[in-house]
């Protein structure tokens, strides 16, 4: 079974911080997703990659970086984290372009 | 970039079949059309994948008519824990990996 795993089920950090999220998927896919879900608003994408060392923007970058220096694992980086970043951050992986996605349990984060 | 447009909830009682219809007016010829179900505090899961008429496995089916506008994801003898949020998505391109999901359908099942 596919399996996408993220560092923290919950987070709390404060206005300003730098928050590091980290997801890892173990079976060898090339393309990975990151997404924000928020009640009334659904799933948004943040970033995705299809390769190592490179990136897309999604919808709503803004405030948002990403990095990915190996295949497996994809992080997601607020430089300067404010409180409506407050949100659940999805990460996903797929195998193939235009293939289903595997999804991680996600990451609560909360800004305060 | 192809938007999906579902209901935002639908009720059901145990042993129905359910069907959500999501409508997407801009797919072209070899777009995917693509369901996932999502239950609270996780991430969504893979129900299933079509591009053209019937697409059937062990948990669902999914319609696309001829003129590819719309598609049904149909649900045979729902239970309570079928009760979930169902997004539809719709792949403008293969290849092209700037995917939107819509809000979802809220499937509730009743006992």
């Known amino acids: 079974d596919v399996k996408v795993t993220q560092s923290s089920r919950y987070l709390v950090k404060r206005t300003g911080e730098k928050v590091f999220l980290e997801c890892v998927q173990d079976m060898d896919h090339e393309n990975m997703f990151w997404y924000r879900q928020d009640p009334g608003l659904g799933l948004r994408l943040i970033y995705f990659?299809?390769?190592?060392?490179?990136?897309e923007k999604g919808d709503i970058p803004e405030g948002y970086s990403v990095s990915r220096e190996k295949k497996e694992r994809f992080s997601l980086i607020l430089e300067s984290a404010s409180t409506n970043q407050t949100s659940m951050y999805l990460c996903?992986?797929?195998?193939?372009?235009?293939?289903?996605?595997?999804f991680g349990p996600g990451t609560r984060l909360t800004v305060t | 970039l192809a938007k999906t447009t579902q209901p935002i909830s639908m009720d059901s009682y145990e042993g129905q079949e359910v069907n959500i219809t999501c409508s997407h007016n801009?797919?072209?010829?070899?777009?995917?059309i693509t369901w996932y179900q999502q239950f609270p505090s996780q991430g969504p899961r893979f129900i299933i994948q079509g591009y053209k008429t019937k697409v059937t496995n062990e948990v669902a089916s999914l319609f696309i008519p001829a003129d590819r506008k719309s598609s049904t994801l149909s649900l045979p003898r729902v239970s309570l824990s079928d009760t979930a949020v169902y997004y539809c998505l719709a792949q403008l391109n293969f290849g092209n990996e700037k995917l939107t999901f819509g809000t979802g359908t809220r499937l509730t099942i009743i006992p």
């Open positions: 996903a992986s797929s195998p193939l372009q235009g293939r289903e996605q595997y």
């Open positions: 801009n797919i072209a010829t070899n777009d995917y």
């Open positions: 990659s299809y390769d190592v060392k490179m990136k």
